[in-house]
């Protein structure tokens, strides 16, 4: 997704959130059946999604497994940040193996996912690049061992 700043405002009516309750179920839906659902054409349908889209939202995406497709090593990195966080973020932001990036309180400025084929990998991540970038003071990784839940269909306000 977009860094934040880069979002246009969107509201989010109730056939908004209805639109995306229904992408939450099934992202393959075809506009049609949505709209069949929420009341409103095919067209109207997917030009409500391509502004939900746009408008940073929300995205339409193939949820995987890392290890299924070659990437052995998955981790959450704490980063501790001196100086102003969003320019740290934003870098963090623009590296590939780079997944999630959130500005936290307590004891990391920063969690960041990072999805690497091996351990080398990983090492060249974290000692290259991510602790070379400007304001980064200290990290902490944290290897993911099994991953035992992943969701995002926990719906709309």
């Not at 299924?68 to 870098?91: N, S």
């Not at 959130?102 to 974290?126: K, R, W, Y």
């Amino acid at each position: 997704m977009n860094h934040r700043q880069d979002r246009t405002s969107v509201v989010l009516d109730d056939v908004s959130k209805a639109i995306i309750e229904q992408l939450q179920q099934d992202g393959r839906r075809s506009y049609a059946a949505i709209g069949k659902v929420v009341g409103l054409s095919e067209a109207a349908v997917r030009q409500r999604v391509q502004r939900l889209i746009e408008g940073g939202v929300m995205q339409v995406v193939a949820v995987t497994d890392p290890l299924e497709l070659g990437f052995a090593r998955q981790a959450m990195v704490g980063v501790k940040v001196q100086g102003p966080l969003e320019p740290v973020a934003d870098a963090l932001s623009d590296l590939d193996e780079v997944d999630y990036v959130v500005i936290t309180a307590g004891s990391f400025d920063l969690l960041v996912e990072v999805v690497c084929e091996s351990d080398d990998h990983l090492l060249d991540l974290l000692s290259h690049r991510i602790r070379s970038i400007e304001g980064v003071v200290a990290t902490e990784t944290f290897m993911y061992l099994s991953l035992r839940k992943q969701t995002y269909s926990w719906g709309v306000r």
